[in-house]
Nanobody, 115 residues
Framework: QVQLVESGGGLVQAGGSLRLSCAAS????????MGWFRQAPGKEREAVAV????????SYVDSVKGRFTISGDSAKNTVYLLMNSLKPEDTAVYYC????????WGQGTQVTVSS
């Protein structure tokens, strides 16, 4: 089976930075896109950042544009999310994604931003 494992979450003060990492393990697979979703308490899960391997193109939700940067290595099914200028509203569980068919999800890593 394929596993996506996230790391790098934690507690940080507003204005600080964190770098999330996601690495695949298990059987080899090829994904078209990889990205990051997040879910805050009481909220629906939302897409934060996505990278399309064929083009290298990236997309971001408006609320993180200019602050977050997604990057990765398609050959290794590895993706990163550099989060700068963090705000309390960024507090959420962040999930790594690979897909779309088949698709895989990580277990999530907690990011907490204090005011």
């Amino acid at each position: 089976q394929v596993q996506l494992v996230e790391s790098g979450g934690g507690l940080v003060q507003a204005g600080g930075s964190l770098r999330l990492s996601c690495a695949a393990s298990g059987r080899t697979f090829i994904s078209r896109v990889m990205g990051w979703f997040r879910q805050a308490p009481g909220k629906e899960r939302e897409a934060v950042a996505v990278i399309t391997w064929s083009s290298g193109g990236t997309s971001y939700v408006d609320s993180v544009k200019g602050r977050f940067t997604i990057s990765g290595d398609s050959a290794k099914n590895t993706v990163y999310l550099l989060m700068n200028s963090l705000k309390p509203e960024d507090t959420a569980v962040y999930y790594c994604y690979a897909g779309p068919t088949p698709n895989y999800w990580g277990q999530g890593t907690q990011v907490t931003v204090s005011s």
